[in-house]
């Protein structure tokens, strides 16, 4: 139950809906959207004029994410069907962006049941009050990781998916309800397959803010601040060029991005779509290391390790088919500059927290 009682609803409302342009004809929910990718969609949406509601459980979420007027932030569950109902039925969405979901690959080895009841069991409730309302559009924050290890990198979109984890698959299971709600009752719904989410908004006001920290990029600028003591390097024996893990990063506006052109393309009467989202360029873990230095003009303290089983030596997106169908390119494709932007957060007044 929310903290704000049954009802779930918190009821700060930040600025009215009256205040939106006259244009702004799409209501559009988003769940998750106090996390870090969905509070820079959210703010694209908003900046675009776009009505937008955010349902977020702020287990993980920020309410200080929600930085935009005019956009109400509700405190409650996707699975709350009483809740849900309400919000459509005062609302009228034309469209949901969901991303709300747990996304520690290791925590969802240890406690499967948590994943598959989050990730994949709630959204059906969600999904249950769409159809109940008519509304037929769907943008999906799906992941990489249900690719598993790729047989072939660049990854497209055609490639098996065979996902290593239960975080992977609760994610693909979610894929293929779409897919059967297409053919039961004409939803459209746009699969969207990020690679490594980097980088925070422009103007330094809001970006990534885990707790635990697992990502590479944060955890590099945590060990040159000292929030923690040292990063540690899994493996140095890959067959890569410097032999360390390649990945794709992607910057998080560049996703906020892709998200807003999905919901157009289904709007406009577009087919449902499976997008691999990245640069297509591959970084390895060493050359993120050595741009954070270059970045910062600090060392990072280091500490190498055997490889992480699991652990694939390169995961690369090939992301002509976004381009193709939704109009969609990354823009931030150097990592420096996603380092900087990084940086800019974690530096920053914040310094790469929000107040809890």
């Known amino acids: 139950m929310s903290a704000f009682g049954r009802e779930g609803v918190d009821s700060r409302r930040i600025a009215s809906f009256s205040e939106c342009p006259l244009s702004a004809q799409n209501s559009i929910l988003v769940t998750g959207g106090a996390g870090y990718i969905g509070s820079h969609t959210v703010r694209l949406l908003a900046s675009q004029g776009r009505k937008v509601v955010v349902l977020d459980s702020l287990v993980f979420g920020h309410e200080g994410a929600i930085v935009d007027e005019g956009v109400e932030l509700v405190v409650g569950e996707v699975g709350d069907r009483e809740l849900v109902d309400r919000l459509f039925t005062e609302h009228k969405f034309d469209a949901v962006v969901h991303f709300a979901a747990f996304a520690y690959v290791g925590e969802s080895v240890t406690d499967p049941l948590k994943y598959y ?143 807003a052109k999905a919901i157009d393309h289904l709007a406009a009467g577009g087919d449902s779509v499976r997008c691999n989202l990245g640069t297509g360029v591959g970084v390895s873990v060493k050359q993120i290391i050595q741009a954070a230095e270059e970045v910062t003009g600090k060392e990072v303290p280091i500490k190498y390790g055997p490889r992480r089983e699991g652990d694939p030596p390169q995961l690369l997106a090939d992301p002509s088919y976004a381009k193709e169908k939704l109009g969609w390119e990354a823009q931030f494709k150097d990592v420096h500059d996603m380092v900087r932007s990084a940086w800019s957060w974690m530096s920053g007044p914040q310094k790469g927290r929000y107040e809890k």
């Not at 297409?182 to 885990?210: M, P, Q, T, V």
């Open 117 to 259: 009841r989050n990730n994949t069991a709630e959204p059906l409730t969600l999904l249950e009050v769409m159809q109940k309302h008519g509304c037929k559009t769907f943008v999906f924050s799906s992941t990489c990781a249900t690719y598993g290890v790729p047989e072939s990198v660049p990854i497209v979109e055609s490639n098996p998916q065979d996902p290593i984890n239960p975080y992977g698959r609760s994610k693909l299971m979610v894929e293929w309800i779409l897919r059967d709600c297409d053919s039961a009752w004409g939803l459209k719904s746009a699969c969207l397959r990020y690679f490594n989410a980097s980088g925070s908004s422009a103007d330094g006001k809001i970006g990534e803010d885990h707790d635990p920290e697992t990502h590479l990029i944060p955890r590099v600028l945590m060990a040159i601040t000292g929030e923690i003591s040292h990063l540690d390097v899994f493996g140095t024996d890959y067959p890569t060029p410097d032999g360390t893990c390649i990945r794709d990063y992607i910057h998080v506006e560049d996703l906020a991005s892709a998200h």
